[in-house]
């Protein structure tokens, strides 16, 4: 297994009386690594602490084996895309990154050249040469990418890139995120509000909740973990008293709540897919009709919760 | 190789600020006090003396004495401040350039624009008073002496205003308060206290080169008075420059 390229150690950080990161622990290896959470959790939090722009309170912050903060050289090392808009309108595509490419100490032949190859990754080359101000929401992520893949560095930051985007953007995005560091062996931290989004790029997940990495690992343990989180699921339809009656008795159930005017019931149970497998054998035994079934808990935050143990 | 790399992006960073700067659209501003400046002087050649006295005084109360310390304020208090603010400074925090280069970079841009807008303003001025009464040798010597005060004093004021802009979150209202309170009303007390502000210094450097108008009533050594300005900017600037290095920017 390969070194680890951020360690951090119980990190805490907090803004006045607001907590982003709190006794925040991860390591991350090479590859694309995931970073999921609803907002809030502290996922632009840890970018930032990756690059610098801020110091952590309490605990320790290793990028590459060396402290982030006041460690600007690091950065020759580092490309960072954050979740928030900061292009420069005025500007075309072509001179944001000759300027982006200065900071980096790049210029003349050396900078068109590699300039020309960034656009042409992102698939820019075209819209190059108009203002980033007419640029639609896709075509500023892949500026913003391409800013911060311009310096070819090792470790690349991408901060929420695929919001705000339609599907199909979003399929572009993500197979171009794979390419990177498939193919231009960029490793990547990227972080989501949405889980499937990251799972289609990397099975290396972190979970975060108000400031916590409650879970990290492989998608599949993850999974697992998923799969045990007590569910609600509300059940409409006909003969509902029978089939409360009998999911009482099931071993998965963890509680059966029938509503008052008998029109649904709505079961807690620990493991959602056993119900679901049941619910054939439960429909035939007890003669009920169902009309739906849903699930109450399909947000990520009800999830992260139970992980975190909240 | 740490120089070069260090010269390629604050050459990078000096051209893209001093376009943003030029670029916003604050020079309606700017447009507006030049035609402003130009209208009083105007009218002043037309109904005043004409002298080189009078135009000298002018210059220096119009522009100066308010203009210089007011655009300064307008455009170094805010240059760092509103880029940390619409988290435009993402890309310069996030290069590897050392920060407090960066900062020099900034304070370079800033200063060149301010020099650049001030100069024209005072030409403008200039051509309203001297072109309708006389234009001569020591007309032309006023401008340039005049002109060579306003990049002295965008110097100065620029490494302060800068500075209030990393330092604070709201760093107009104490640049007023500094402007209009101790460099308008304190500077204006008799006595020693005066001396105590960046306008006294570059008039005391402007009554040796310049023999016309109000500005003849400073006096002082001009080479300490230098010496005192240079001293100012510096400090003002490394102390920018270690605070801009030392901030956190969410």
Redesign the interface.
């Known amino acids: 297994m390969s070194d680890p390229i951020v360690i951090a150690k119980d990190v805490s950080k907090w803004y006045g009386s607001v907590i982003g990161l709190n006794n925040f622990n991860i390591e991350v290896r090479s590859g694309i690594t995931g970073i999921v959470g609803p907002n809030g959790a502290g996922k632009s939090t840890f970018f930032k602490l990756l690059v610098g722009t801020i110091k952590v309170n309490i605990g320790s912050m290793l990028v590459m084996g060396r402290s982030p903060w006041k460690n600007q050289s690091q950065l020759k090392d580092i490309g960072f895309c954050p979740d928030y808009e900061f292009l420069p309108m005025d500007l075309t595509g072509t001179d944001f990154l000759r300027f982006v490419g200065g900071l980096h100490g790049m210029s003349g032949q050396t900078l068109a050249k590699r300039s020309s190859e960034v656009l042409k990754l992102v698939g820019m080359t075209e819209a190059s040469d108009r203002r980033m101000g007419g640029y639609s929401k896709g075509m500023k992520q892949r500026m913003k990418i391409a800013g911060s893949i311009l310096h070819d560095p090792k470790l690349l930051l991408l901060d929420e890139p695929l919001s705000g985007t339609d599907p199909v953007v979003r399929k572009e995005l993500i197979d171009m995120i794979k390419g990177l560091n498939r193919e231009h062996g960029h490793d990547i931290i990227v972080s989501s509000h949405v889980l499937f989004e990251v799972e289609r790029m990397t099975h290396d997940v972190a979970l975060l909740y108000k400031g916590r990495a409650v879970a990290s690992g492989d998608i599949s343990e993850i999974r697992d973990l998923m799969s045990d989180h007590p569910h609600h699921i509300v059940i409409q339809g006909k003969g509902l008293v029978d089939l409360a009656k009998s999911l009482v008795d099931k071993p998965y159930t963890v509680s059966v709540q029938l509503w008052s005017d008998r029109s649904a019931i709505t079961v807690e149970v620990s493991r959602p897919d056993e119900l679901f497998d049941s619910m054939p054998e439960l429909i035939a035994e007890t003669g009920c009709q169902i009309e739906s079934m849903r699930s109450l808990d399909d947000d990520l935050e009800s999830l992260f919760k139970y992980l975190a143990g909240w | 190789m740490e120089l070069?790399?260090?010269l390629?992006?604050l050459?990078?960073?000096v051209?893209?600020s001093s376009k943003?700067l030029l670029?916003n659209r604050r020079w309606v501003i700017v447009a507006l006090m030049a035609a402003l400046v130009a209208v009083v002087m105007l009218y002043v050649a037309s109904e005043g003396s004409g002298t080189i006295d009078e135009g000298s005084t002018l210059i220096n109360t119009l522009i100066l004495s308010f203009l210089l310390p007011i655009m300064s304020l307008i455009y170094g208090a805010s240059m760092i401040r509103n880029e940390i603010d619409?988290?435009?400074i993402?890309?310069?925090?996030?290069?590897?350039?050392?920060?407090r280069v960066a900062y020099i970079g900034y304070y370079l841009s800033l200063c060149v624009v301010l020099s650049v807008m001030l100069v024209i303003i005072e030409s403008v001025g200039w051509a309203s008073f001297f072109l309708t009464t006389s234009v001569d040798g020591e007309a032309v010597e006023l401008l340039l002496s005049y002109a060579l005060l306003l990049v002295i004093g965008s110097f100065v004021y620029s490494s302060l205003f800068l500075l209030l802009g990393v330092v604070f979150r709201q760093p107009i209202y104490l640049g007023l308060l500094y402007v209009f309170v101790w460099e308008a009303l304190v500077g204006s007390l008799p006595g020693a206290i005066g001396q105590y502000t960046i306008s006294y210094y570059i008039k005391v450097i402007g009554s040796h080169l310049i023999p016309y108008g109000n500005i003849t009533q400073f006096s002082g050594d001009a080479g300490v008075a230098a010496l005192v300005l240079a001293a100012l900017a510096a400090v003002f600037l490394i102390i920018g420059a270690w605070a801009f290095?030392?901030k956190?920017?969410?």
Do not use: C, N, Y
């Not at chain 2, 993402?90 to 920060?99: E, G, I, L």
């Open positions: 070069g790399f260090h390629v992006g050459r990078a960073l051209t893209f943003k670029l619409d988290r435009s993402t890309q310069v925090v996030t290069s590897p350039m050392d920060r290095r030392e956190e920017i969410p």
